[in-house]
């Protein structure tokens, strides 16, 4: 594949090219969770339910344990832990290779929808998950996965990939494969209603970054007639759905972290995070998130906290090829006028973000996580190894970003924005 710089917009007269994967099935909207029973006991009768210690608690899942009752047998799995550690995944898949399920469902945020895909994957294999880690590695089908996102967020619900914590690695791992997409996707936003406002502001953040980095990500001319990667860089169908999931996100992201009980923007929040899921499961993300590997695993701090303190840094070092993308980023967020398609246009989009992130409580630096000036070559050197995000960045040589972003996000320093401080909200 051939890298070019700025990603033509889907309105610039271009050819439309797209790919989109995606689940079979796709409900969306308030109250569409009682859609739960029927589509599990349409795919099995025996459900494997992966979930958290307080989602297990919650009306929801009850209900659906209650109402599937007569037509389902369901184990429910409750123990995931968040950022999914790997001898957690070992548990549950011994859990559900006990059980015998035909359907997994994944019903939680990121940590709960990323273990259903790595149970529906480990109940049909006896190779270690550590042959899958990188991409297209899944041989075959797995068993159906049903996803529920309770976080506003991941978009794992409709993407292709799960993340896992390795103590083996010195990096966050993923297994990426179409495989692992879910056959159906269940986006109820009342479900979001109880998410505390730091897990809304680190998910929701992840949301705008998968939006943003998935919108801004290198066009690359695929080869045909070879296996496509599972991220196949910005295109015209991960552009058009990055574009409206950055519209819903980015006006809403503070009014779901200081009002939660706020139903139009959980609304829009979930509806943003699901559409930024379907960007990036074929458009892909880039440098905040080949940082962030390395940086998650170091620090243990939530995935998103860590993409979201990154992106202006990300978006800085993007400019010279990424300006118009990141100023219709701005209009579609309402900061910018529709007609302002110029540097000054990115500029105000980038300061938005930096804005946005301290309102919400996201750090300013790598510095404020507890990482050490010293551990910068280190994680820089970590980062250039996920190679799939790193060539996915919208510049010529993208690898060598990493290292004056790494820099410049753990000392705070930008030519664009001010430092500013973590704001509590
Ligand atoms: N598969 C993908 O495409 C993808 C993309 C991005 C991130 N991830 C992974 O997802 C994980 C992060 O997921 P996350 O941000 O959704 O958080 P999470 O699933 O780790 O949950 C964080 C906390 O929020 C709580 N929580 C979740 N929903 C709640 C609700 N409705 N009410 C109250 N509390 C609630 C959980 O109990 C938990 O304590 C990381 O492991 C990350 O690497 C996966």
Request: proline share 8%; hydrophobic share 45%; aromatic share 4%.
């Amino acid at each position: 594949m051939t890298a070019t710089n700025e990603s033509p917009s889907p309105h610039d007269g271009q050819v439309p090219f797209g790919v989109l994967r995606s689940p079979r099935e796709i409900l969306f909207g308030a109250g569409v969770i009682a859609a739960l029973p029927r589509v599990v006991s349409e795919l099995g009768i025996r459900a494997f339910v992966c979930t958290d210690p307080v989602i297990a608690r919650s009306d929801a899942l009850r209900r659906f344990v209650q109402d599937a009752r007569g037509q389902v047998v369901v184990e429910v799995y409750s123990a995931v832990e968040p950022e999914l550690p790997l001898a957690n995944v070992h548990r549950a898949i011994d859990a559900a290779r006990a059980f015998e399920p035909d359907v997994i469902v994944g019903f939680g945020g990121g940590s709960a929808m990323d273990l259903a895909k790595l149970v529906s994957l480990g109940v049909v294999t006896s190779q270690p998950l550590s042959d899958f880690y990188g991409e297209n590695l899944v041989p075959s089908t797995v068993l159906p996965i049903v996803a529920v996102p309770t976080t506003a967020g991941t978009g794992s619900e409709v993407t292709p990939v799960a993340v896992v914590a390795d103590p083996g690695r010195a990096l966050k791992v993923g297994i990426s494969s179409p495989y692992l997409i879910p056959i159906v996707a269940i986006v109820d936003p009342n479900l979001t209603i109880t998410c505390p406002p730091s897990v809304t502001a680190f998910s929701g953040i992840d949301a705008l970054t998968h939006a943003i980095e998935s919108y801004s990500a290198s066009r690359r001319d695929p080869e045909l007639h070879l296996p496509l990667p599972v991220f196949v860089g910005a295109n015209s169908l991960s552009r058009g759905l990055g574009l409206e999931a950055a519209r819903h996100i980015g006006p809403n992201l503070h009014t779901a972290v200081r009002d939660g009980a706020n139903q139009g923007a959980r609304s829009s929040m979930a509806y943003g995070s699901m559409l930024a899921g379907l960007a990036f499961g074929t458009g892909g993300t880039h440098l905040s998130h080949a940082l962030q590997y390395p940086i998650g695993d170091l620090t243990h701090t939530p995935h998103g906290l860590g993409v979201g303190l990154l992106l202006p840094y990300v978006m800085e070092a993007c400019l010279p090829s990424s300006a118009q993308s990141f100023a219709r980023l701005g209009v579609a967020m309402g900061v910018v006028d529709e007609g302002s398609i110029d540097s000054h246009a990115a500029e105000a989009t980038i300061n938005f973000i930096v804005t946005l992130r301290s309102e919400i409580g996201v750090p300013h630096t790598l510095r404020e996580l507890g990482v050490g000036e010293n551990q910068l070559p280190k994680i820089v050197e970590l980062s250039q190894t996920v190679a799939r995000l790193v060539t996915n960045a919208p510049a010529t040589d993208p690898r060598a970003l990493l290292e004056p972003v790494a820099r410049r996000a753990w000392a705070g320093i930008s030519d664009v924005f001010a430092a500013q401080s973590l704001v509590a909200t």
